[in-house]
């Protein structure tokens, strides 16, 4: 009887002892560690510093100078043209401009056939080149429109053959030929005559130039005395201009 109440006891003790280790052992949940909070600085994108050099390269169109600086300038098409005295192939040739290059439109016809430009062969005067064999780039429509140049003589030379002579003083009358070159600068009726130191003028004569260019003209002057002469052409329309050359002669008794 009494082993029977011992191992009751015992048997109670190992039930409890059992009981005990099957209870779960309750670990506290670890507390997250507090962060220091910290002020996250704000990321600004700083912007690539770009040399100005570059930055007109690229935001800087190519300077075309004829729209940049307001010039309007002319270029042959394909070969070299004529720059003429006026708006009409008829005047005189006064430069020319050649393959590649580009000559200033300060003009224009008043139909628009022909632009007046600086003298691409001398830029201190100006002249006339033909539409039809030039390309114009520019504001044409803010040129002025240049009325045509008048047309004259523009140049005389006179030769006398022999320039100096020698006779004897009984060898009177004498002879020298007198030829005369006459040059305008377009189409034109010259009126001209011939007048000499002896007191020579000859009847107005008429040139018809159907363009630019040089006619001749020629006289025998009588002569009585042994002296000094001159003796000129004298154009009295479209313009008023006189050459003349000199000559000499000299008589021995």
Request: one cysteine or more.
């Amino acid at each position: 009887m009494n082993n029977r109440y011992w191992t009751i006891i015992v048997a109670l003790i190992l039930t409890s002892c059992n009981l005990t280790a099957l209870e779960p052992t309750i670990t506290p949940a670890p507390q997250p560690t507090p962060i220091p909070a910290t002020s996250t600085p704000q990321i600004f994108s700083t912007p690539t510093i770009v040399p100005i050099e570059t930055l007109l390269a690229v935001d800087t169109p190519t300077r075309v100078p004829t729209a940049t600086l307001g010039i309007t300038l002319a270029s042959p098409r394909d070969q070299p043209v004529n720059c003429r005295f006026g708006p009409e192939v008829s005047y005189a040739i006064v430069g020319a401009l050649t393959v590649g290059g580009k000559a200033e439109v300060i003009g224009k016809s008043i139909d628009v056939t022909w632009w007046y430009v600086k003298n691409p062969s001398d830029p201190s005067n100006n002249c006339w080149l033909s539409a039809d064999f030039v390309v114009v780039t520019g504001n044409v429509d803010a040129l002025p429109v240049v009325s045509p140049p008048e047309i004259g003589v523009n140049n005389i030379q006179v030769q006398v053959d022999p320039e100096t002579l020698y006779v004897g003083c009984a060898a009177f009358p004498q002879t020298v030929s007198v030829t005369a070159q006459i040059t305008t600068n377009g189409p034109t009726l010259v009126t001209w005559r011939w007048e000499a130191s002896n007191g020579y003028v000859s009847p107005d004569e008429t040139l018809l130039f159907e363009a630019e260019g040089t006619k001749e003209v020629r006289t025998i002057l009588t002569l009585w005395s042994a002296t000094d002469y001159w003796v000129n052409v004298h154009v009295l329309i479209p313009n008023d201009r006189s050459e003349g050359a000199f000559f000499k002669i000299t008589c021995t008794p």
